[in-house]
């Protein structure tokens, strides 16, 4: 046993013991690795966003089993790595990936939510400490844990979660978009117009031209998902749905200045 105290960590013990950490995580993705491993993308309640390797998965004999399948809810144990981690240990706590893939809808929205979440908490991978990654991790967490659970349990419809999950996972990262008041001056609505650029519903004075003028309907849809009014949102109308699918997917794609796969296949399906 080394006496030398090396390292800082705070954890006591030393060698593997003091290199080892637990975490609950929900599985956002996984790519192969050489023969039989994976890098595992992890989102974790206290850690943030997580690369992990997971080595042997591929194997049928695995240790790992499933719990290490896109939107599982696993409790892990892992060692750091000179660049990635490493998972030593996985048990599954809920096994949300497996009630999702029976059903082709709630997959679609799942992929496109983790997705996201990937998107928006990857600024803090190389950041994550001991103590705590970015200020939002927490939150997103939360959100994906508690979407993913509702498409599981099949509480709303897929899109409409996927909809509002989308516009939470957004304003938690700092852009939260207006469907009440007008975006620009503040004037309360609801209003006729709305324009992603600008965050929203837009009044008669601020609407620039180019704004969509959707169906009153939707957008009284979209305040309601944001703001998880149920009991409004699963009475909209099929139209709504739809016409809303364009806007949510719109304001996402200029947050993230990119297209998301998973979305496009959503703004296509009926
Ligand atoms: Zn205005």
């Known amino acids: 046993m080394s006496g030398s105290g090396g390292r800082s960590t705070g ?19 996984t790519y192969k690795l050489g023969e039989a491993d994976r890098i595992i993308v992890l989102l974790t ?24 399948e896109p939107f599982m809810l696993s409790r892990l144990q892992l060692v750091h790595g000179r660049n990635l981690d490493i998972i030593t240990q996985a048990e599954s706590v809920t096994p949300y990936g497996q009630w999702i893939a029976q059903d082709y809808d709630a997959y679609s929205a799942a992929s496109a939510m983790v997705e996201t979440a ?10 994550v400490s001991e103590n705590g990654g970015g200020v939002e991790a927490p939150s997103q967490y939360r959100l994906l844990h508690g979407a993913l659970a509702a498409l599981a349990r099949g509480t709303h419809a897929p899109r409409l979660l996927l909809y509002s999950y989308l516009l939470r996972s957004l304003a938690t990262a700092g852009w939260a978009a207006s469907f009440t008041t007008c975006s620009r001056c503040g004037a309360p609505g609801p209003h006729r117009s709305v324009n992603v650029t600008l965050g929203g519903s837009v009044c008669d004075d601020c609407r620039p031209p180019g704004s969509a003028t959707p ?3 939707t957008v009284e849809l979209l305040a309601a998902l944001q703001s998880g009014r149920w009991e409004v949102a699963d009475a ?3 139209q709504a749905s739809r016409e809303a699918a364009g806007i949510v997917s719109g304001y996402l794609q200029f947050h993230l200045e990119r297209h998301l796969k998973s979305l496009s296949v959503m703004d296509q399906s009926p």
């Open 236 to 238: 909209a109308p099929d």
């Open 118 to 127: 990937e998107r928006l908490t990857v600024s803090d991978i190389a950041e």
């Open 45 to 68: 309640p206290g850690h943030g966003q997580i690369r992990a390797v997971a080595k042997g998965v591929r194997r049928t004999t695995s240790k790992f089993g499933a719990t290490l």
């Open 11 to 29: 954890r006591g013990g030393a060698g593997y013991a003091a290199n080892s950490y637990r975490t609950h995580a929900l599985v956002l993705r």
């Open 215 to 217: 169906d009153p309907a």
